[in-house]
């Protein structure tokens, strides 16, 4: 293993003006908008991870002119300064853009890479000590922020390897983040099908209610104990587990429980289904756990919840003085099902592919949980590389 030292992100810059810069003079507008140009980097494109080269703005040369600090490149770090702090990610070697143009809620930091490669110092800032380092630094008050994010950023100390070993354990990390995107694309392709095979054939309506029992969750947050299982809210519904995920070891019912391959559906805020694909959790209050009815395959159930949300959420949306919710009473209105003949014919075909999607996901989390496990091992020198490849292979 090579000697580690300590140094500053704005010791292993590149050496040219605003190496590690943000956006300054006049803001993007949204009437600076176009449907061609120079794409700005938002969050949307920062938000699983990996970039997300894809869903863009764009703004003229001419505006992006009055930002020269703003000027991203493949290889370029992008920061969130501003909201989600300390969200990350890095300009893809082969990105699908010459220049891109970071938003004001974002800073650039581009790396001398005869000094740091940019997809370790990248893993870095994913790490519980690159996240420490920033979060430390942030203020809570209001929208959440860092008050001097170019300083701030410039000052981050790190650990580094050389390059060689960057190199490595980058190539670990970036493989097995690999095979979560390839995962993912599995999962999503799958439920692209199943949606495209079942609109074709849904032709006969029944009240969406027939189809299935829906179980209310419960406020199980309240005087939860902090251990234990997931208590599953909408934030974890639609973004996973994160830090303000909540815990609780109370017992409940068993239509209180969510398990790999059930259907959940928040009834009110983001109004999403969702199949549970993480360790048994409890379900909080606003989300049904969907049972489908005896006869009835979950994918015919899912298929049928997913076709009314934008009905759905249309209905919320007039909700002026609350949260955007649905009642009971709207599962009583008819959807769209495939008669039980072809029900039969196309369910071996139906229940393949969320069985694919399934199994996608649960491979998904599986991995990624491997990697978190290994990237603080990596960035700290605690374990090596190959043992890490060993940990990794064995994983996949």
Do not use: C
């Amino acid at each position: 293993m090579s000697e580690w030292t300590t140094v500053k992100l704005i010791d292993i810059a590149a050496a040219e003006p605003s190496a590690i810069s943000k956006p300054y003079g006049s803001a993007i507008l949204q009437s600076d908008y176009r449907l061609q140009g120079i794409p700005v980097v938002r969050g949307v494109n920062l938000a699983q991870g990996r970039f997300l080269d894809d869903k863009f703005v764009y703004i003229d040369e001419a505006v992006a002119a009055r930002m020269p600090g703003a000027r991203l490149r493949s290889g370029d770090l992008v920061v969130t300064h501003r909201g989600t702090i300390g969200q990350v990610s890095m300009i893809p070697r082969r990105s699908r853009f010459e220049t891109y143009a970071a938003s004001t809620s974002h800073v650039k930091v581009r790396l001398n890479e005869r000094r740091a490669l940019p997809e370790y110092v990248y893993y870095w800032f994913l790490s519980p000590a690159g996240r420490r380092s920033i979060l430390e630094r942030a203020s809570t008050v209001g929208v959440p922020g860092i008050a001097q994010p170019v300083a701030t950023i410039k000052s981050l100390e790190l650990r580094l390897p050389a390059l060689p070993e960057q190199r490595a354990i980058a190539e670990v990390l970036g493989a097995l983040d690999d095979k979560i995107a390839a995962s993912a694309a599995i999962t999503e392709k799958a439920d692209a099908l199943a949606g495209t095979t079942y609109e074709s054939v849904a032709t006969e309506n029944i009240p969406l209610s027939s189809l299935a029992r829906f179980v209310n969750g419960k406020a199980f947050t309240k005087g939860a104990s902090g251990t234990g299982r997931v208590v599953i809210r909408i934030a974890e519904l639609n973004s996973g587990l994160g830090g303000s995920t909540v815990y609780n070891d109370i017992e409940v019912a068993d239509d209180h429980v969510a398990r790999p391959g059930d259907l959940l559906f928040a009834w009110s805020g983001s109004l999403t289904a969702a199949r549970w694909f993480r360790t048994e959790a409890i379900i909080n209050q606003h989300i049904f756990k969907v049972v489908a009815d005896r006869g009835r395959p979950l994918w015919l159930v899912n298929q049928a919840v997913r076709s009314k949300l934008a009905e759905f959420k249309a209905i919320a949306a007039d909700k002026a003085t609350t949260m955007g919710h649905i009642q009971r009473r709207h599962l009583e209105q008819p959807v769209a099902i495939p008669s039980p003949e072809v029900v039969e014919r196309i369910d071996g075909i139906m229940t393949g592919l969320w069985d694919t999607a399934l199994a996608a996901e649960l491979e998904r989390e599986r991995l990624a949980a491997t990697r978190d496990e290994l990237l603080p091992l990596l960035m700290s020198g605690r374990i090596t590389v190959r043992d890490a490849e060993e940990v990794a292979e064995a994983a996949t």
